[in-house]
């Protein structure tokens, strides 16, 4: 791997934080005006306004109406399958015809910068627990590789290998990493990405990536017999729960009166005045390098300072981490415990499909195991944050919307088992599905590996390519968010919740570019675009809001996928 050749040309850069201590110059004053005019536009439809909840003013071009007609003509199911915690390089890094190929990354946009965000580090810090910390037994071999075992790692991107150098296989699972909403803005330090090891709590192992090709990795071969999308970012910063809103709804929700009840305490405490402000304080006793240890916050919250919840709080519905109220209804958390989000009141992508009579369904795995087995504690291979409808009023319990559209999709691989595999072969898919896997087949760091998902995917894509309705079909297959695994490519300025980092994501179908890479700029929400282009919504008011504040940052205005298909 050339990661030493300057003679590549560097990554564009965008200043996403105008407000970062990078040791620079300070931020331009009217970038920064520039910056808070976004925000300020986000924070107005969160707020309940409604200057946002309308169509677009500017009218279509000829060629814009006619390419809405053929879409809704030939799409007639859009299908998202929502993986777990994987950047774009720690996967596809070196994919034949990215724009920005990690082998020709050069060494000034990839050295980590120590805490003070001016050093650069002498080597990366040690993988914190090690890369595999419990043993696990893999085609014969048994893996346990301990921080002591890898260490004196270059400050640089690497290939994840075992103790003794031999690439890692994708079925080992690792340790995990932390990925969080201030952690995700801080390592990426203003569109620098340069402080992933110095923000992390996993060491070194944030640089780590696979060596893929389409005999290791099956979406590898996917993506060329169809399009990667090079240019895709989470689009909401931090962790796998706010990211899941942002897939339905493209806004972060509220809790009312935090400051004043038990949910004070889960407060954030930010460094300065400022409760926006986009950086953890640090605690007295915290290590100055991240040589010397991961870093230590005052309060890492799942609130930030205002009110609002970007870490992962807990459903208020059942199957949910909390169990029912004592006397309370069984089918309800214990909404006195301040980790229950309050039911959320705001229009979710669900209520816009509702809306116009159109059929759509978000599939879970093992979503009906959950709710049987609840009273047993946390259920194996079921994660309750991942269930973003569950988090909203409209679908609680006893309502019809909910009996109709969150659909179990049972277990395993097969038809017998998988209840959204027997409705793709029996050509029962909705006009617009979301699934997200059991957490065993997701690639979730810490829990799952990267083969198994791989292969649970690529198995439901080939369902799909073989069922009635593949002709009329567009799949969209990406992950929730980077999970904290460093990307070298700066994220677009929009507004105080994201972008985030960038991540994988393909676009399958048989209107797909057959072997493209689309350089087009998307972010998770681009889905969202997409399926409200297609059946005609009203943009959500997140999805408005982040529209005109990248507008107000200069940026160019993220796509709706439809660059990847070819509809002639």
């Not at 810490?446 to 198994?452: E, H, K, L, N, T």
Request: glycine residues 10%; aromatic residues 10%.
């Amino acid at each position: 791997m050339n990661e030493n050749d300057h003679s590549q040309p560097e990554l564009p850069f965008r200043d996403i934080d105008a407000g970062a201590s990078t040791g620079d110059a300070p931020a331009d004053p009217a970038r920064r005006r520039l910056l808070a005019a976004g925000v300020g536009l986000a924070g107005l439809s969160l707020g309940g306004c409604n200057i946002f909840d309308q169509k677009p003013t500017t009218p279509k071009t000829a060629a814009d109406a006619a390419l809405d007609r053929t879409l809704a003509a030939k799409v007639k199911q859009v299908v998202v399958i929502y993986a777990e915690n994987r950047s774009f390089t720690n996967l596809f890094g070196n994919y034949p015809g990215v724009q920005y190929p990690l082998s020709a990354t050069p060494a000034s946009q990839y050295a980590q910068l120590d805490r003070d965000g001016v050093t650069p580090m002498p080597t990366l810090p040690k993988i914190w627990g090690g890369l595999v910390p419990q043993a696990q037994e893999v085609d014969g071999k048994r893996y346990a590789i301990t921080e002591q075992q890898i260490a004196d790692l270059r400050n640089a991107p690497f290939q994840i290998v075992d103790a003794h150098g031999a690439p890692l296989p994708n079925s080992v699972i690792t340790r995990d990493l932390v990925h969080r909403f201030y952690q995700n803005q801080m390592q990426i330090n203003a569109g620098r990405n340069n402080q992933f090891a110095a923000w992390g709590d996993s060491g070194g192992l944030v640089m780590g990536h696979y060596r893929n090709d389409p005999d290791t990795l099956k979406l590898w071969g996917m993506a060329q017999q169809n399009t990667l999308c090079d240019n895709f970012f989470m689009s909401a910063f931090g962790g796998s729960w706010l990211n899941h809103i942002f897939l339905i709804s493209a806004q972060a929700p509220f809790y009312p009166d935090a400051k004043s009840g038990p949910a004070a305490k889960l407060l954030a405490v930010v460094d300065g005045d400022d409760p926006t402000g986009a950086r953890l304080k640090l605690a007295p006793d915290s290590p100055k390098s991240a040589l010397d240890g991961p870093p230590k916050f005052v309060r890492d919250g799942a609130l930030t300072a205002d009110g609002y919840a970007v870490n992962t709080m807990f459903p208020p519905y059942q199957p949910s981490n909390v169990r029912p109220a004592p006397g309370g209804d069984p089918r309800f958390a214990d909404l006195s415990n301040p980790l229950v989000l309050p039911p959320q009141t705001y229009d979710t992508i669900g209520d816009r499909l509702s809306g116009k009579g159109i059929d759509w369904a978000w599939y879970s795995g093992a979503w009906q195991y959950a709710l049987d087995n609840r009273d047993t504690g946390m259920v194996p291979d079921f994660q309750y944050h991942h269930q973003p409808f569950n988090y909203f009023r409209n679908f609680a319990p006893g309502t019809d919307a909910r009996a109709r559209h969150l659909r179990d999709a049972g277990l395993g691989d097969d038809a017998s088992s998988n209840r959204l595999i027997a409705d793709v072969d029996a050509g029962r898919l909705p006009a617009v599905t979301f699934y997200k896997p059991q957490g065993n087949l997701n690639m979730h760091a810490g829990y799952a590996d990267v083969a198994s998902g791989d292969r649970h995917i690529t198995n439901l894509i080939e369902h799909i390519q073989r069922g009635p309705q593949w002709d009329s079909t567009v799949i969209v297959v990406t992950v929730d968010e980077n999970g904290g695994w460093w990307d070298h490519v700066s994220p677009p300025k929009g507004d105080r919740w994201g972008p985030g980092t960038r991540i994988p994501a393909l676009v399958i179908s048989p209107f797909a570019k057959k072997g493209y890479v689309d350089h087009t700029a998307y972010d998770t929400n681009s889905i969202l675009r997409f399926i409200s282009r297609v059946h005609d919504l009203a943009p959500l008011d997140g999805v408005a809001a982040r529209d005109r504040a990248m507008a107000s940052n200069g940026e160019t205005p993220l796509g709706d996928l439809t660059n990847a298909l070819d509809l002639a």
